[in-house]
């Protein structure tokens, strides 16, 4: 029995709005997994001055509540500032999709997720965030939460794949329960890298697999 979607959302997932990705982006965020159902990037290119966003994309995989999400997300931030865009919230996006069936919440709460991850994404690689916590093992193992396993569709952390963290003086250092030529190794890598490398006191970001 198909789920009954509103003209809108059916509007927003046949001709998404600022769908793909922007090259060179000022800030980027990806959350959710392929493997685990659901998936949305986020680019962001930001006027330097006034903070506001000038330019946003999104790619995204999964239903039909997920692509109308992530279309109508970058449709309600594309020319507020940065501070407004943080205001943005699923119940908003939902509403001006004329609603969403129950058991596609989650679509709208991983798409505003994504534009705030996005946004803490420039934030902190601009040096935005007043609040200025020292990076722990725990402020780390947190961040590593949000990389996905892709064999499973679960966090790296959940799936016991994170072996060992360290922090010293500025170096973090993870190690990853998986062999160096591991077919995914160099996407966690990557991920890994994208996540940690914008805390502020962070100046190098070591990854090491067990061979």
């Known amino acids: ?5 509103s003209d809108i959302v059916m509007e927003h997932f046949r001709n998404p709005r600022n769908v793909g990705r922007i090259d060179d982006p000022d800030a980027k965020s990806v959350e959710g997994s392929p493997a685990c ?38 449709e309600l931030a594309k020319g507020r500032t ?8 699923w119940q908003e996006a939902t509403k001006e999709l004329g609603g969403l069936p129950p058991i596609k919440t989650h679509c709208s709460v991983l798409a505003v997720d994504g534009l705030r ?5 420039y934030e902190e690689r601009h040096g935005l965030v007043t609040e200025r916590e ?20 679960l966090d790296i952390v959940r799936t016991h794949l994170v072996h060992e963290i360290t922090v010293t003086a500025g170096v973090v250092r993870v190690v990853v329960d998986l062999p ?18 914008p805390l502020w006191d962070v100046e190098q970001v070591e990854i090491e697999f067990t061979d």
């Not at 998936?39 to 999964?62: N, Q, W």
């Not at 160096?180 to 490398?197: C, G, M, P, W, Y």
């Open 37 to 74: 159902g659901d998936m949305v990037a986020v680019y962001l290119k930001v006027d330097p001055e006034t903070h506001r966003i000038e330019d946003i994309k999104f790619e995204s995989y999964g239903c039909a509540s997920n692509i109308a999400t992530g279309s109508i997300i970058t």
């Open 117 to 121: 991850a996005a946004i803490q994404n």
């Open 134 to 153: 020292p990076t722990t093992v725990q402020v780390v193992e947190k961040r590593l939460k949000r990389v996905m396993n892709p064999v499973v569709g």
């Open 180 to 197: 160096s030529d591991h077919q995914f190794a160099s996407n966690i890598r990557e991920e890994i890298v994208e996540k940690i490398e």
């Open 1 to 5: 029995m198909p789920l009954p979607y």
């Open 82 to 89: 940065l501070e407004e865009a943080k205001q943005i919230s």
